[in-house]
């Protein structure tokens, strides 16, 4: 298996371990230094220097010069450097998931699959770079004529999570470069080697297509950092990814100042299982979305509500399955589940199941922490069964683990109440054979998610379509359909072609 050290060699980042920054040329900080360490086996990827006031400063002054030049480059031709973009990704893929995966513990499968959303962004903003359209409308006055275009913000912020280090960033900033923005990044404090690699891969190519690097600039720093974002109005929008506490924030302060945001925050998504469903594949929609990242997903499985008829049935085969997870390196493709992000991680997933016992429910499989050879960080645990009922506080709050909680519905009404009864609203889904039952949980009176599925699971999503979520998952949209807009500005436009004056409504005003 190869080292951290030449991971780092194949993404041109040689020099960047044990404290070195000779390959780290994109970013020199001149704050205190930031050490990024491995969930995996502990291992120090590196040490950067995070930002100080005179590095921020310089960051937003560049990005603010080098996006009135990137403006005036058509924007077909903006997605062709995009494309350009798409395919240096696909060059440097592997080393790069495997950076990913070692340095925020996810699967090598979902370490490449991420990197996989990077490309695919890409080639969605390529055609959109064609597609930035406006309106024509009928004026109510005569020999005029109204349409409506689309403006670029300038400078786009985005505040990343350690989550998904690399693919949230990017649902951003492809389409906010083919919307004509620059975008001042700024990572996880907890992942910022996976950001310095891409970061390193942009502005190759942005050299070599003699455009400004400053159109993709990095900024690496703590929370501090992101609330100079938040506050600064040379940044006319900040898409913000966390938790809802960090998003109510974040939204207060850009509200202050007028500015727009882009929140996606936390969810806390069920799937409801109906006795009509085809568990042939609920099962395998439901372990996957329970566990995958280790629960590290804003789109993880938290709630499973099942009919009463097959709960039990359910509940034997899922314990079955859980039973059957191996949990170790993620770099190993024979494991399905990698560590957590850190010790404070484990801490809350060992009080969360704690609560959850206190308040009724009944730990039924996993929960434990791993120790010993292979799970030497403290970081490994085993992916947790919590039977409960949709009282207890707990099942309405989010936890950042692998932890499931069971409940039983009787008819379908009851159970789109439950999987409504939270604060939260990114993702559901149900699994039935039932057309009835398919199209009551997508109608006005069925999911209140900004994403809703029928049969497949709560966790992955197309570049496609909109992704978001309502209540306190923000109500931001990224990635695909119109969700470009929220990059640009509105302008409304009415020229007047006649040799008059007419006013709207019939007013007449003499001179």
């Known amino acids: 298996m190869e080292t951290i050290n ?11 371990i044990n404290g070195l920054s000779t390959g780290l040329e ?11 360490y491995s969930p995996v086996g502990g291992e120090l990827i590196g040490e950067v220097n995070e930002a100080n006031e005179e590095d921020y400063e310089k960051v937003i002054a560049t990005a603010q010069e080098a996006a009135k030049v990137w403006r005036d480059i058509p924007a077909p031709q903006r997605g062709e450097i995009v494309r350009q973009m798409g395919n240096a990704f696909r060059t440097y893929k592997e080393p790069l998931g495997k950076l990913v995966s070692l340095e925020m513990g996810k699967s090598l499968q979902e370490g490449l699959g991420e990197v996989q959303e990077m490309i695919d962004i890409c080639d969605f903003a390529v055609g ?19 349409l409506e275009q689309w403006h670029p913000l300038g400078v786009v912020g985005i505040i990343s999570a350690f989550n998904f280090p690399v693919a949230v960033w990017s649902w951003n900033a492809m389409i906010s470069f083919a919307c004509g923005n620059a975008c001042v990044w700024k990572p996880s404090e907890k992942t910022p080697f996976s950001a310095l690699a891409c970061q390193k891969i942009i502005k190759n190519v942005l050299k070599e297509n003699k455009v400004p690097e400053g159109v993709s600039c990095l900024i690496i720093g703590q929370r501090a950092i992101g609330e100079k974002m938040a506050n600064d109005s040379r940044l006319p929008l900040i898409s913000a990814t966390g938790s809802t506490r960090m998003g109510k ?5 850009v509200g202050k100042r ?3 945001s882009i929140l996606e925050l936390g969810g806390n998504n069920a799937i409801i299982v109906s006795k009509e469903a085809d568990l042939k594949i609920a099962i395998p929609g439901i372990v996957f979305g329970a566990v995958g990242t280790a629960g590290q997903r804003c789109t993880t499985t938290r709630r499973l509500i099942v009919h009463e008829d097959i709960y039990d049935a359910l509940k034997e085969k899922l314990v079955k399955a859980y039973g059957q997870l191996r949990i170790g390196n993620p770099l190993d493709e024979s494991n399905h589940v990698g560590p957590l992000i850190d010790t404070d991680a484990v801490k809350q997933f060992e009080a969360a199941i704690e609560e959850a016992q206190y308040q009724g429910g009944k730990l039924i499989s996993g929960g434990k922490v791993l120790k010993g050879e292979g799970h030497a960080t403290g970081c490994y645990v085993t992916p947790a069964l919590i039977e409960a009922s949709s009282s207890m506080s707990i099942t309405k709050q989010e936890t950042f683990a692998p932890i499931l909680y069971l409940m039983k519905y009787s008819n379908l009404e009851e159970a789109i109440t439950i999987q409504n009864d939270v604060p939260q609203g990114l993702s559901s889904a149900i699994f039935t054979l039932n057309m009835r039952e398919a199209e009551l949980f997508l109608s006005q009176k069925g ?13 992955g999503a197309e ?31 009415t020229s007047n072609w006649s040799t008059e004056l007419p006013l709207a409504q019939g007013i007449t005003f003499d001179l």
């Open 249 to 253: 924030a974040v939204g207060e302060m």
């Open 463 to 493: 570049i496609g379509g909109a992704f978001g979520g309502e209540k306190e998952t923000g109500g931001g949209r990224e990635s695909g359909s119109d969700a470009w807009k929220a990059y640009m500005r509105r302008q409304t436009c």
């Open 128 to 146: 959109l770079s064609r597609q930035l359209y406006g309106l024509s409308m009928h004026s109510e006055r005569p020999s005029h004529r109204m």
């Open 447 to 459: 999911s209140d998610c900004g994403i809703a599925n029928v049969n497949i699971g709560t966790s």
């Open 26 to 36: 994109d970013w020199k900080g001149q704050g205190p230094s930031l050490s990024s």
């Open 6 to 16: 030449e991971i780092l060699i194949a993404l041109k980042l040689e020099g960047s």
């Open 258 to 260: 007028l500015g727009k």
